[in-house]
């Protein structure tokens, strides 16, 4: 397991190209793996990137995300079991809110607010978790399948 997994990851600075070639880079492997997302510290990297696809289809169209972070989630949740890429074969129950109101940086440096709801909201609060340094979370015990 990637040592950047136990704590949080670094602020990304400035976002110049060798940024843009790491998001591009990251998408590249979670397409290629078919992974829906992919948090810069699950392919070794110390910095605040997420990759999230930007639907549900396995189109090679993923939303890039620089120092992504929650400013506003909703009061209603819905808990579901999920798994992760990054400990296969684990499932635990996780409750998370519905929808929420991220921040980032775009690939291009430019600041987005984005409303991310239903799975993609998940996939998104799951790769923050990661960044955050948290892999196990969700109540109850992991189960193996």
């Known amino acids: 397991m990637y040592r950047f997994f136990n704590s949080p990851c670094r602020l990304v600075g400035r976002v110049d190209r060798g940024i843009r070639e790491r998001l591009h880079g990251m998408s590249q492997i979670a397409y290629e793996f078919g992974a829906p ?7 070794g990297m110390d910095l605040r990137l997420l990759v999230v696809r930007e639907n549900r289809s396995f189109e090679h169209l993923f939303i890039k995300m620089v120092n992504p972070r929650v400013i ?8 579901m079991y999920e798994e992760c890429w990054s400990i296969p074969g684990v499932v ?18 430019d600041e ?16 923050i978790s990661h960044l955050n340094g948290i892999i196990k979370e969700g109540k109850g015990d992991y189960q193996n399948d």
């Open 72 to 79: 506003w989630e909703s009061a209603q949740t819905l808990g």
């Open 92 to 109: 635990t129950f996780v409750e998370r809110p519905v929808s929420v109101l991220c921040r980032y940086l775009s690939e291009f440096g």
């Open 112 to 127: 987005r607010k984005d409303l991310f709801d239903g799975i993609q909201c998940r996939l998104v609060l799951h790769g």
């Open 37 to 43: 997302a992919l948090a810069a510290n699950q392919w």
